[in-house]
C-alpha cells in the first residue's frame, strides 16, 4: 500500500488531529482539529512535511504517488465544496498556505484566490454579480503569485495600480471601477511577463502546483534558514503545505 502523503479535512469530518503537528505542521493540524469539534471550517487538504523532507533528501523530486494523491484530493475537495477547479461557470478557488510544526511568520505569503484565470474569473463574475470583485480578486492573485511563486517586486504591480487610479480620478483601490479594474488586470499581466518571460499562467493545475513548489522551496531559503538558526528550531520534517477553499463573504 502506498505511504500517505495527503490528509484531508472537510464536511465534518477530519483525517488529522492536533497530535500529528510534527506531519501536518501548526496550520494543517490545527485545521484539522477545528472540523473535528465541529467548527464551521473551509474544505481543504494538507500535503505533509514527510513531502518536503523528501524533496529535499531526492534532489528536488516529489514521491511518485504524489500527484496521484493530490489530483484525488483535489477531486474530494470539488465534491465537499460543490465546485469545479478550473470551472468556467461554477470555479473552486483556493488558498495555498505554508505551515511548520513552529511557526515561522514571513517564511512564506499566503496565495489567495488561486484558481481565476482569463475565463473562472466570467464564472466567478457572474456568480457574484459583481464584475468589480471579481477583478479586483483575480488582480490580486496575479501579484500574489508573481510575488511569492517569480519573486515579482511588489512595487512593480504598485506602480500600475497607482496609474490606474490616477485615471480614473480616485485616490482609493476601492472606488477602481470595473472597466478600469479590468485595465488593471492586464497590465498586471505585463508586468509579470516582462518581469518572468513567461504569459501568467491560465492552466489552473499549472498554477495550483507551482504554488506548491513554491512553498517547499521556500523551506530552505536563505531568509528561512536564517530564522531557524536565530530561533534554535532544529529537527523538523520541513513544512506542510495548505490548500483551502476560499470563502468570500
Not at 70 to 79: C, G
Not at 154 to 160: A, C, D, L, Q, S
Amino acid at each position: 500500500m502506498a505511504k500517505k502523503y495527503v490528509y484531508f479535512f472537510g464536511n465534518g469530518k477530519a483525517e488529522g488531529k492536533t497530535q500529528m503537528k510534527p506531519l501536518l505542521g501548526g496550520k494543517g493540524a490545527n485545521l484539522a482539529e477545528m472540523v473535528n469539534i465541529g467548527l464551521p471550517v473551509p474544505p481543504g487538504f494538507t500535503i505533509s512535511a514527510e513531502v518536503c523532507d523528501y524533496y529535499y533528501k531526492n534532489n528536488e523530486v516529489y514521491p511518485d504517488t504524489l500527484d496521484k494523491e493530490v489530483a484525488d484530493h483535489l477531486k474530494r475537495l470539488e465534491k465537499a465544496s460543490k465546485k469545479k477547479f478550473g470551472d468556467l461557470k461554477n470555479p473552486l478557488l483556493v488558498s495555498v498556505r505554508s505551515g511548520a510544526a513552529v511557526s515561522m511568520p514571513g517564511m512564506m505569503d499566503t496565495i489567495l484566490n488561486l484558481g481565476l484565470n482569463d475565463e473562472t474569473v466570467k464564472g466567478l463574475a457572474e456568480l457574484s454579480n459583481n464584475e468589480r470583485f471579481a477583478y479586483d480578486s483575480y488582480r490580486r492573485f496575479i501579484q500574489m503569485f508573481g510575488n511569492v511563486v517569480k519573486e515579482v517586486g511588489h512595487h512593480n504591480f504598485e506602480e500600475k495600480l497607482d496609474e490606474i487610479k490616477e485615471e480614473a480620478g480616485v485616490e482609493e483601490d476601492r472606488d477602481i471601477p470595473a472597466e478600469k479594474m479590468k485595465e488593471l488586470v492586464d497590465r498586471y499581466k505585463e508586468v509579470y511577463k516582462e518581469s518572468t518571460g513567461e504569459d501568467f499562467p491560465q492552466d489552473v493545475n499549472k498554477q495550483l502546483w507551482e504554488a506548491i513548489n513554491a512553498v517547499f522551496t521556500s523551506w530552505n531559503n536563505d531568509r528561512a534558514i536564517k530564522y531557524r538558526e536565530i530561533n534554535k528550531i532544529y529537527g523538523l520534517l520541513g513544512t506542510a503545505v495548505n490548500v483551502v477553499a476560499m470563502v468570500f463573504g
